[in-house]
């Protein structure tokens, strides 16, 4: 399997030639979902979910299927019978080759005062783990996390924790959009020497075999 990081949340991810996109927002590149067979979507937010995308995405590939919450899949579902299914946690399915599992149910807390919205998380031919925007652990092994390394709901102790408790082989950050060079150092010293797993950050555009 092959991943490719782009920006903010979203990845890419290919295998037998065909390929699997996770959450391109409105902060990804708008060639993100290019040739993709298959879309999934965390939650409403729209750096993870930016309609005039998906729907560009869906219309230029005619194979392309899409699975999200039900938040996300009613607002495109209309247009696309047949080809938008909806998913909560504890479900399971294939997609675009892919066997992928869901966890999860709320978007992390961003302020008590701020209603919450439904997030799920992916994991992926049981090995890559995508959370959305929340720290949720799945009860399965996890070889590569994909970890929102910063976010408005978090903070560094937070998300070194959550490594922690996921025991991931390697983590990739993701969710990093807003994080600024002059910090990004900060933030890998201190996940690499406290997480105690291997961990990794890809420039947009950039790919690893995992």
């Known amino acids: 399997m092959r991943l490719t990081k782009r920006?903010?949340?979203c990845v890419r991810l290919e295998k037998d030639g065909r390929t699997l996109v996770i959450d391109p927002g409105a902060f990804t590149e708008e060639d993100a979902t290019a040739g993709a067979d298959a879309v999934l979507v965390t939650h409403e937010h729209p750096d993870h979910f930016d309609e005039g995308r998906l729907r560009a995405a869906l219309e230029a590939g005619p194979a392309a299927r899409l699975w999200t919450l039900r938040s996300v899949a009613e607002q495109v579902s209309a247009a696309f019978p047949g080809r938008v299914h909806t998913v909560g946690e504890g479900d399971t399915f294939t997609?675009?080759?892919f066997d992928v599992r869901v966890y999860g149910r709320m978007h992390a807390v961003i302020h008590p005062d701020l209603p919450r919205v439904t997030n799920v998380g992916y994991l992926v031919d049981g090995s890559v783990f995508h959370p959305g925007d929340a720290l949720t652990v799945p009860d399965h092994p996890v070889d590569t996390l994909m970890l929102p390394v910063?976010?408005?709901?978090?903070?560094?102790?937070e998300v070194i924790d959550y490594v922690r408790e996921v025991k991931p082989r390697r983590s990739f950050d993701i969710h990093d959009a807003l994080l600024t060079d002059l910090a990004r150092p900060l933030y890998d010293r201190q996940i690499g020497a406290l997480?105690?797993?291997?961990?990794?950050r890809l420039a947009p555009g950039e790919s690893v075999d995992l």
Do not use: I, R
Not at 195 to 200: D, F, L, R, S
């Open 95 to 97: 997609a675009a080759g």
């Open 150 to 157: 910063q976010a408005p709901w978090s903070k560094l102790s």
């Open 195 to 200: 997480c105690g797993a291997g961990h990794g």
């Open 7 to 9: 920006t903010h949340a």
